[in-house]
């Protein structure tokens, strides 16, 4: 069975800095796996699609590494802003033949001013 | 183009009562996820559909809760009857081409 983990649980951050986000999954043979932002009390929106055969995405100032032998991908954010603070959620697809989403719990991701 | 629509936003109701989610997803997307998030977790999936067959319901509460997607466009979430652990946000997904998900806003229940 599937387990999507991600560490840490809660982040702070001073404006600025350069993060990482880790997202870890049990079962390697996935389709694809997506990163998502999620605001108190709105849905979530799609910031990185990751295919299998891809080891990373980028867009702006985000960047998201994909290494399926390892179970592991991260989502790097370039200079961090107030506005960057969200719940950041990954989900995996596709695993083992299976063709829906199992997602991980979130890092929620606060960044001073 | 439009995004995933959802409504209603918000619904307050009785335990033991009844309730109905509404989605239209993104125009052109065969595939629609059903979703139940609880505070501080990450979605569960209920129901997925692909165009209006179901592809995976085995985690849909079949006792008291429907759905389906008629002409395989907009979908309809049902909860009868609610229980208090039925309050969460309920959201709605579509996806096309290389299986990306757009979600909606969702919709969050409290059942008193």
């Known amino acids: 069975k599937q387990e999507v983990t991600q560490i840490p649980a809660a982040l702070s951050v001073p404006e600025g800095e350069n993060l990482v986000l880790n997202c870890s999954f049990t079962?390697?043979?996935?389709?694809?796996l997506q990163w998502f932002r999620q605001d108190p009390g709105k849905g979530l929106t799609s910031l990185l699609l990751?295919?299998?055969?891809?080891r990373e995405q980028t867009s702006g100032r985000l960047n998201a590494s994909l290494d399926k032998s390892s179970g592991r991908s991260t989502l790097y954010i370039a200079a961090s802003q107030p506005g960057d603070s969200a719940t950041y959620l990954c989900?995996?697809?596709?695993?083992?033949?299976?063709?829906?989403?199992?997602f991980g719990t979130g890092t929620r991701l606060k960044v001073l001013a | 183009e439009a995004g995933v629509a959802q409504s209603p936003r918000y619904k307050i109701i009785e335990k033991r009562q009844s309730v109905a989610f509404w989605c239209n997803p993104i125009?052109?997307?065969?595939?629609l996820y059903w979703y139940q998030q609880i505070l501080g977790q990450g979605p569960k999936l209920l129901i997925q559909?692909?165009?209006?067959?179901?592809?995976?319901d085995s985690q849909l509460p079949k006792d008291r809760f429907s759905a389906e997607r008629l002409k395989g466009v907009d979908s309809t979430l049902k909860i009868q009857p609610a229980k208090l652990e039925d309050s969460a946000v309920y959201l709605c997904?579509?996806?096309?081409?290389?299986?990306?998900?757009?979600f909606g806003p969702g919709t969050r229940l409290t059942v008193l």
């Open positions: 997904a579509s996806s096309g081409q290389y299986n990306e998900q757009f």
């Open positions: 079962d390697s043979a996935i389709y694809n």
């Open positions: 990751i295919q299998s055969s891809q």
């Open positions: 989900a995996v697809y596709g695993t083992s033949g299976t063709y829906k989403y199992i």
């Open positions: 125009s052109g997307h065969a595939t």
């Open positions: 559909f692909q165009n209006n067959g179901v592809v995976d």
